[in-house]
């Protein structure tokens, strides 16, 4: 489990991330978005110890960054978003050493290796330099030493940056894979990633939280109106509807549709089949439609 709790970090004047919390559990994979600059990489920064925060605590298994940092980074996997590698050495070497950094031995030690060389789709390169490889397999070797201690969670970068659509597919299997038992911390700014992958997001911006929900229910969350679609078998007198208490607009669509623009995080559909039946009017349909995560994520962060 990873606990952010009134978690600030400022640069002189300037809030890099400014009081946010949220919690993220076992078997839970999280992803973790906003614009350039919202403070997303300074969090996750923070998060693996490699910056100390100005206020507020960030907790791994019980374990705080600031007073237990080596106990955190033995359970913690991390991915930075520029990947950091040792250029002139072999993938395979630099897998041992990095293993040996955190204290595997021997033949345990060239399994893990061999074990992630399998899983993230290294065989073919595990003998290059990695200076000589392309970005996408230098990605996959920064996910590899994330995962060579077998750590309970993981904080991955913008992952998928630099790989080719079947790289991207392979990747996310393997997020989805290790999410069943692991704890996953993701950002990303390709958004169908988090539809497909994530059973919850947090949205910052200019280091504030702005949202913090369910993928499913994200639709509901942003500021401004919700949208109805009600078809009727007839054409109807739209001003009863405009009369209705949080009805905001009407739009007659094609043929006998109306789009109904309603208060933001109301439901209006009771009232309008109720007062379908007390005109006489035969109603066909009545949704409340999502907006897409794209439009979530701009309107949030406009």
Same mark, same amino acid.
């Given at each position: 489990?990873?606990?952010? $709790?009134?978690?600030?970090?400022?640069?002189?004047?300037?809030?890099?991330?400014?009081?946010?919390?949220?919690?993220?559990?076992?078997?839970?994979?999280?992803?973790?978005?906003? *614009?350039?600059?919202?403070? &997303?990489?300074?969090?996750?920064?923070?998060a693996t110890g490699y910056l100390p925060p100005s206020l507020g605590t960030v907790t791994v298994d019980g374990f705080d960054v600031q007073t237990s940092p080596l106990e955190v980074r033995r359970r913690v996997g991390y991915l930075p978003e520029h990947n950091p590698l040792y250029l002139d050495m072999y993938v395979h070497e630099y897998l041992e050493f990095i293993g040996s950094v955190h204290g595997l031995k021997g033949t345990h030690r060239r399994q893990r290796v061999q074990r992630m060389?399998?899983?993230?789709?290294?065989?073919?390169? $595990?003998? &290059?330099?990695?200076?000589?490889?392309? &970005?996408?397999?230098? $990605?996959?070797?920064?996910l590899a030493q994330a995962l060579i201690h077998d750590p309970g969670v993981l904080i991955l970068d913008e992952p998928t940056t630099g790989l080719d659509p079947n790289q991207i597919g392979e990747i996310?299997?393997?997020?989805?894979?290790?999410?069943?038992?692991?704890?996953?911390?993701?950002?990303?700014?390709?958004? *169908?990633?988090?539809?497909?992958?994530c059973s919850r997001a947090v949205i910052i911006n200019r280091g504030q939280l702005v949202a913090d929900s369910p993928v499913s229910e994200l639709g509901g969350k942003v500021a401004g109106e919700t949208i109805i679609r009600a078809e009727f078998e007839q054409p109807i007198d739209v001003a009863p509807l405009r009369a209705l208490p949080g009805i905001n607009h009407v739009e007659?669509?094609?043929?006998?549709?109306?789009?109904?623009?309603?208060?933001?995080?109301?439901?209006?559909?009771?009232?309008?089949?109720?007062?379908?039946?007390?005109?006489?009017?035969?109603?066909?349909?009545?949704?409340q439609e999502e907006q897409s995560l794209e439009q979530v994520f701009q309107s949030l962060t406009k």
């Amino acid at each position: 489990m990873v606990e952010v $709790q009134q978690l600030t970090k400022t640069f002189g004047t300037q809030a890099a991330v400014n009081n946010i919390s949220f919690t993220v559990g076992k078997g839970e994979i999280l992803g973790f978005l906003g *614009p350039n600059g919202a403070g &997303k990489s300074t969090t996750m920064k923070i998060a693996t110890g490699y910056l100390p925060p100005s206020l507020g605590t960030v907790t791994v298994d019980g374990f705080d960054v600031q007073t237990s940092p080596l106990e955190v980074r033995r359970r913690v996997g991390y991915l930075p978003e520029h990947n950091p590698l040792y250029l002139d050495m072999y993938v395979h070497e630099y897998l041992e050493f990095i293993g040996s950094v955190h204290g595997l031995k021997g033949t345990h030690r060239r399994q893990r290796v061999q074990r992630m060389v399998e899983r993230v789709g290294l065989g073919r390169e $595990q003998n &290059k330099q990695i200076g000589a490889l392309s &970005k996408g397999y230098r $990605q996959r070797v920064g996910l590899a030493q994330a995962l060579i201690h077998d750590p309970g969670v993981l904080i991955l970068d913008e992952p998928t940056t630099g790989l080719d659509p079947n790289q991207i597919g392979e990747i996310r299997s393997l997020i989805r894979e290790l999410g069943q038992d692991k704890t996953v911390i993701f950002s990303t700014h390709i958004l *169908p990633e988090v539809a497909a992958l994530c059973s919850r997001a947090v949205i910052i911006n200019r280091g504030q939280l702005v949202a913090d929900s369910p993928v499913s229910e994200l639709g509901g969350k942003v500021a401004g109106e919700t949208i109805i679609r009600a078809e009727f078998e007839q054409p109807i007198d739209v001003a009863p509807l405009r009369a209705l208490p949080g009805i905001n607009h009407v739009e007659a669509a094609a043929g006998n549709t109306y789009h109904i623009r309603a208060a933001a995080g109301s439901d209006q559909r009771g009232a309008i089949s109720r007062l379908a039946a007390q005109q006489g009017w035969v109603l066909l349909g009545l949704r409340q439609e999502e907006q897409s995560l794209e439009q979530v994520f701009q309107s949030l962060t406009k």
